[in-house]
């Protein structure tokens, strides 16, 4: 009896259209902000993880390309990595790396800074990505923000694919920021209606 | 005769839901977003969540029954 795939099983051509998109124009990037409100709205207004369950793609991609791929070693993900301390510990840096991306797109808008066409990776390397920038309508901060935006949005994929195979496909769910965030938000909603 | 069952350790389970993808008896559900729920009397002990679950929380236990 296998499952009848439902329109939201093909979620992952969103996910990897997004990541090509990055590469012709970096202001796609705020299309991601979708993948940021939309698992945090349901877990807010309907108190569970639907986002996780069903709709992320790239939770999709990874089980497509580390299943039916087979680009995944499948072994079991180290202890210390689904331990509450890690999971949580790195909500907390994705959060200030956040909002250190933030920051300094307030300094562009504000004219502080100049604006960097440059892409993250890792929080360490920077990648050129002036190709994908053919100006902004607004302020250079919009520009700041997408660049910014696409650096995170880049890194979670590397790390997801690298966790991805190592051990099994979908090792990224258990250190999503937005999947513990999520499932925070989920505790505490349900924790007053036993 | 000896029947198998899938038991959820859930202090350690994120609620991705992958086992939910995979369980061909539509027995796991994730109610609350918090932790993957299994219906005893659906399952069959197939294991296929087990192999799934990324943190490998989901182990197969023999039962009484």
């Known amino acids: ?194 | 005769m000896v029947k198998r069952k899938a038991i959820v350790h859930i202090s350690e389970c994120v609620a991705c839901g992958c086992c939910i993808k995979v369980c061909p008896r539509n027995a796991i559900s994730i109610p609350k977003g918090i932790y993957a729920e299994i219906n005893r009397e659906l399952c069959v002990g197939c294991g296929k969540c087990t192999k799934e679950c990324p943190a490998s929380i989901i182990s197969l236990e023999v039962t009484e029954s």
């Open chain 1, 1 to 194: 009896m296998k499952r009848k795939k439902k329109w939201y099983d093909f979620l992952w051509i969103v996910s990897l259209t997004y990541l090509i998109l990055g590469f012709f124009n970096i202001l796609f990037a705020w299309l991601g902000l979708l993948c940021f409100f939309i698992p945090l709205l349901i877990a807010i207004i309907k108190g569970n993880k639907a986002y996780c369950n069903k709709y992320c793609g790239r939770g999709q991609l990874f089980s497509l390309l580390g299943g039916n791929f087979g680009l995944s070693r499948k072994k079991d993900i180290p202890k210390w990595m689904k331990s509450n301390y890690f999971r949580y510990g790195f909500l907390i840096f994705f959060f200030l790396m956040f909002f250190l991306m933030l920051w300094n797109t307030w300094l562009v808008f504000d004219g502080v800074k100049n604006l960097s066409t440059a892409v993250t990776l890792l929080w360490t390397f920077r990648l050129p990505w002036h190709w994908a920038y053919h100006g902004t309508l607004f302020s250079e901060g919009v520009a700041q923000f997408a660049f910014g935006f696409y650096s995170v949005m880049l890194t979670s994929t590397v790390l997801g694919i690298l966790t991805m195979v190592l051990f099994k496909p979908r090792s990224w769910c258990v250190y999503c920021p937005m999947g513990t965030m999520t499932q925070l938000i989920c505790k505490a909603k349900n924790r007053t209606t036993p």
